[in-house]
């Protein structure tokens, strides 16, 4: 038994984050954590694996698709799924020890096992109650269930068991066009599954640019994926190898009855409390589920602070970090701060999709005046060069003040893209000052420019 300053409950981003800051501002910090490695979901069963495979997929599709166009004559790779996920696991081990090392490094002490919170001041893990001044609750998400889909994660998996199946199946079929169901299903068809998403909108991925999601569900059809949309999944009817998905459109109530070999269930997370014993502890909820904090993260129980996906807000790792690192600072007695006005959003399908700031739509919505700079990666050198042309950059300025309220990147590394813009709006800068700004050439980014030189006087490429 201990007593520390800090005990933090969970060891995602948000959590292992907010206990490496803890340590550096000079609090004894303790990390609760249930499963074997640390990193919490983004480690282990998210964020990177899903990158590995994207990345080992997006290979083999250049391979297919423009090798031979560049003069790269050969035998087309063949998926050798075996290794592929040896890959995936290495580089899961690479990152989550990589966090254990960072822990012992900062001196910050893992209490293995699964935490509940007694009282506020003590976490209970298994028969060990260990006190703390303060307590961090990081204890994350878990995908959201849906009526009539029953899980089992071999057949109809979420993107858990999607990303450890056992083979590459033919037919997939993905339950909503979000993030994870577009980037799972592009994985999965670059790897030679026929995938067909429904989704309940009559738009892909909800709450983003209007024009972005347009060009973003045109170039997913071409590269393959089918989609059904305005249609709501009833259930799904599995065997041990097989599942039948039924919907009904939405338009005309018509029911249809799908073929898969997996299902996956993408239509979206809910934050994870369970075990922690906050409503005998009478810590406010939001019907949602969600932990209610205050604009210090702090719980309507003195002494108990809530971080990530398990709080409001976009369900991101480092929206996570973010306020990890801000309530750190605010329980050492600092001013931690998170700017919710610019968290960057990114799809890492080929081509990326990114975003910042407003939309059209909530800009409309507010009644705010503003102005539209464009600008197509088929005027960007760079893009062409590497078949990657296809999209586009849009930023979105104050009418008047010319002040960046927003950006929209669908194309090459637009998830690298949008951080400029992130920089520029967290300065309070306008169009201009980005548009003034010498951009290496040849670059993507000389696009970002372009489109703030759209903002103004217009462009030079197009
Ligand atoms: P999501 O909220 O992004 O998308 C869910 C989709 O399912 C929506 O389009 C919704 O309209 C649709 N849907 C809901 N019910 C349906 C039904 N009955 N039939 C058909 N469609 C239905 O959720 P997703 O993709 O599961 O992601 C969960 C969370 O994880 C999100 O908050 C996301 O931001 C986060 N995430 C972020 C990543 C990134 O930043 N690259 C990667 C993976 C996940």
Redesign the pocket.
């Known amino acids: 038994m201990a007593n520390y300053d800090v005990i933090i409950i969970g060891s995602g981003p948000g959590g292992y984050v907010c206990a490496i800051r803890c340590a550096q501002l000079g609090l004894k910090v303790a990390c609760v954590e249930g499963r074997e490695t640390l990193g919490g979901t983004c480690l282990n069963v998210?964020?990177i694996p899903?990158k590995a495979l994207l990345h080992a997929s997006h290979m083999l599709h250049e391979a297919e698709h423009n090798f031979a166009a560049m003069g790269l004559k050969g035998k087309t790779p063949s998926v050798d799924w075996k290794q592929m996920m040896a890959y995936k696991e290495d580089t899961i081990g690479q990152n989550t020890k990589g966090i254990e090392f960072l822990f012992k490094k900062n001196k910050i002490d893992w209490i293995k096992g699964w935490a509940a919170v007694p009282a506020a001041g003590q976490v209970k893990v298994g028969d060990e109650v260990h006190t703390a001044k303060n307590i961090i609750i990081a204890s994350g998400?878990e995908?959201?269930s849906?009526p009539g889909?029953e899980v089992d994660e071999k057949v109809v998996v979420t993107?858990t068991g999607a990303l450890e199946l056992g083979k590459v199946p033919k037919k997939m079929v993905v339950?909503?066009?979000?993030?994870?169901?577009?980037?799972l299903g592009s994985v999965y068809s670059r790897l030679g599954s026929e995938v067909t998403v429904?989704?309940?909108?009559d738009a892909?991925?909800?709450g983003m640019d209007g024009e972005i999601q347009k060009t973003f569900q045109r170039i997913l059809k071409k590269q393959g994926l089918t989609f059904v949309m305005g249609?709501?999944?009833?259930k799904t009817d599995a065997t041990k190898t097989k599942a039948k998905v039924t919907?009904k459109l939405r338009k005309d109530d018509s029911e249809h009855v799908l073929d898969a070999d997996v299902v996956l269930?993408?239509?979206?997370?809910k934050p994870y409390t369970d075990g922690l014993g906050l409503d005998a502890l009478g810590i406010e909820m939001s019907p949602r589920g969600q932990i209610n904090v205050g604009a210090d993260w702090q719980t309507n129980v003195k002494g108990i602070y809530a971080i990530g996906?398990c709080i409001d807000g976009?369900?991101?790792?480092?929206k996570a970090e973010d306020e990890g690192m801000a309530v750190a600072e605010q329980v050492a007695g600092k001013h931690g701060h998170v700017n919710y006005g610019v968290i960057p959003?990114?799809?890492?399908t080929h081509p990326e999709v990114a975003n910042v700031g407003e939309t059209e739509q909530s800009l409309k919505d507010q009644g705010r005046a503003y102005k539209v700079g464009k600008f197509s990666f088929m005027g960007n050198g760079r893009a062409k060069a590497n078949f990657a042309a296809d999209g586009f950059v849009k930023i979105l300025a104050d009418k008047d003040t010319d002040r960046i309220l927003g950006a929209h990147i669908i194309g090459p590394a637009a998830g690298d893209l949008i951080h400029e813009i992130c920089v520029a709006m967290e300065f309070g800068a306008s169009a201009e000052d980005l548009a003034l700004t010498c951009h290496a050439h040849p670059t993507y980014s000389e696009a970002v420019r372009e489109a703030a030189l759209a903002c103004g006087d217009g462009p030079i490429h197009s």
Not at 198 to 201: Q, R, S
Not at 265 to 269: D, I, K, M, N
Not at 314 to 318: K, V
Not at 345 to 348: L, R
Request: proline share 7%; glycine share 14%.
């Open positions: 998210g964020c899903s998400s995908p959201a849906l889909v993107s339950i909503g066009a979000g993030v994870i169901g577009l980037e429904i989704e309940y909108l892909i991925t909800p249609a709501a999944v009833q919907y269930l993408a239509t979206g997370r996906d976009p369900m991101l790792a480092h959003g990114v799809i890492y």
